[in-house]
Nanobody
Framework: QVQLVESGGGLVQPGGSLRLSCAAS????????MGWYRQAPGKQRELVAV?????????VYGDSVKGRFTISRDNAKNTVYLQMNSLKPEDTAVYYC??????????WGQGTQVTVSS
């Protein structure tokens, strides 16, 4: 059983910062990549950022977060981080951690709420 445990969400003012963490635990094959997706009310789930756990750790970002968010990894801990700066009200959403292993099988976290409001 694989679990993705997310932390770090909350309420922040526009222009502020938050850091999300997601740790994978349990019996699993090698993780190939981890990342974050988000879903706002009435909208489809969208890519925020993903990072490869193989090699140099290439990254992909959604257009709306480029230059503001940074994804990073700790392979030894099977953990991914998302540093979110210059937050905007439109960043308000439930953020979901995602992991894909080498089989490949996909896993999702339970989601963490991020609210950007004054």
């Amino acid at each position: 059983q694989v679990q993705l445990v997310e932390s770090g969400g909350g309420l922040v003012q526009p222009g502020g910062s938050l850091r999300l963490s997601c740790a994978a635990s349990g019996t699993m094959f090698r993780i190939n990549r981890m990342g974050w997706y988000r879903q706002a009310p009435g909208k489809q789930r969208e890519l925020v950022a993903v990072i490869n756990f193989i090699g140099s750790g290439s990254t992909v970002y959604g257009d709306s977060v480029k230059g503001r968010f940074t994804i990073s990894r700790d392979n030894a801990k099977n953990t991914v981080y998302l540093q979110m700066n210059s937050l905007k009200p439109e960043d308000t959403a439930v953020y979901y951690c995602n992991a894909v292993d080498s089989t490949p099988r996909e896993y999702w976290g339970q989601g963490t709420q991020v609210t950007v409001s004054s």
